[in-house]
C-alpha cells in the first residue's frame, strides 16, 4: 500500500536540533493522524486534523507542533526533543475522523525517530 | 479512561495452526478495530467490528459488545501472518480518540 508516504524513514537528532516529519496520501481522504509508538508502549493517539482543522490534540508537549497545509499533508515539527522521544512516528488517514459508520485509517511505514 | 487488555501477549505456533486472540475493555463502545503490525511496522487495518462477526478469508472476528470483549481468529496461518496484533476501542464512533492495546505479538515457525 502506498496511498501513505511518510519521509524521512529513520532520523537521528541531538536535542537541540529541530527537524520536520512529512506525511503525505494519496488517497482522497480529509483527516490525518499523527501516532507514536514507543516500545513496550500501546500506540499514542497524538493529533487529528479534519479537513485541515485540528480536532484532536491528545496532550501533547508543545515541543511537537503539527501543521496540515492541506488534506493531503501533514506534518509534525520537532524542537528541544528529550530521548524518551524516540519512538516510531506513524501517520494515517481516512475519510473523515469521526460520525458513524466504518472509517478505515490507512497508515504509512513510519518515522524512526531517534533522539541523542 | 477506557482500559484495554489484550492476551496473549506473545504466541508462537508452526504454520497451519489456528489461532484465537482476546481483546477486552473496560467500558461500552461504538467503535472497535483490530490491526496487524508486520515486522517492518507496516500497520493494517483487519476490521472495524464494534459488534457482530466479520470474516476476510482466513481471518475473522467476533465483537460481543455486552461482554466487553472482542476476538480475533486466524486458521491455516501463514509464515506472512507474523507480526503484532492490536485491537483499539473508542467511546465515540470515529477514529478520535482510539485507545489501542498493548498488542499479541504472534511467531509463525515454518
Known amino acids: 500500500e502506498t496511498g501513505v508516504t511518510q519521509t524521512p524513514r529513520h532520523l537521528v537528532m541531538g536535542m537541540t536540533n529541530k527537524k520536520s516529519l512529512k506525511c503525505e496520501q494519496h488517497l482522497g481522504h480529509n483527516a490525518m493522524y499523527w501516532y507514536k509508538q514507543s516500545a513496550k508502549k500501546p500506540l499514542e493517539l497524538m493529533f487529528v486534523y479534519n479537513f485541515k482543522e485540528q480536532t484532536e490534540n491528545n496532550s501533547v508537549p508543545s515541543r511537537f507542533s503539527p501543521e496540515c497545509p492541506n488534506s493531503s499533508h501533514l506534518f509534525l515539527h520537532l524542537h528541544t526533543l528529550q530521548p524518551e522521544d524516540s519512538a516510531l512516528y506513524l501517520c494515517?488517514?481516512?475519510?473523515?475522523?469521526?460520525?458513524?459508520?466504518?472509517?478505515?485509517?490507512?497508515f504509512g511505514p513510519g518515522t524512526r525517530l531517534t533522539v541523542l | 479512561g477506557i482500559q484495554v487488555e489484550q492476551s496473549p501477549p506473545d504466541l508462537i505456533l508452526q504454520e497451519g495452526a489456528n489461532s484465537t486472540l482476546r481483546c477486552n475493555f473496560s467500558d461500552s463502545v461504538n467503535n472497535l478495530q483490530w490491526f496487524h503490525q508486520n515486522p517492518w511496522g507496516q500497520l493494517i487495518n483487519l476490521f472495524y467490528i464494534p459488534s457482530g462477526t466479520k470474516q476476510n478469508g482466513r481471518l475473522s472476528a467476533t465483537t460481543v459488545a455486552t461482554e466487553r470483549y472482542s476476538l480475533l481468529y486466524i486458521s491455516s496461518s501463514q509464515t506472512t501472518d507474523s507480526g503484532v496484533y492490536f485491537c483499539a476501542v473508542g467511546v465515540n464512533f470515529g477514529n478520535e480518540k482510539l485507545t489501542f492495546g498493548t498488542g499479541t505479538r504472534l511467531t509463525i515457525i515454518p
Open positions: 494515517a488517514s481516512s475519510r473523515i475522523s469521526g460520525g458513524a459508520g466504518t472509517d478505515t485509517q490507512y
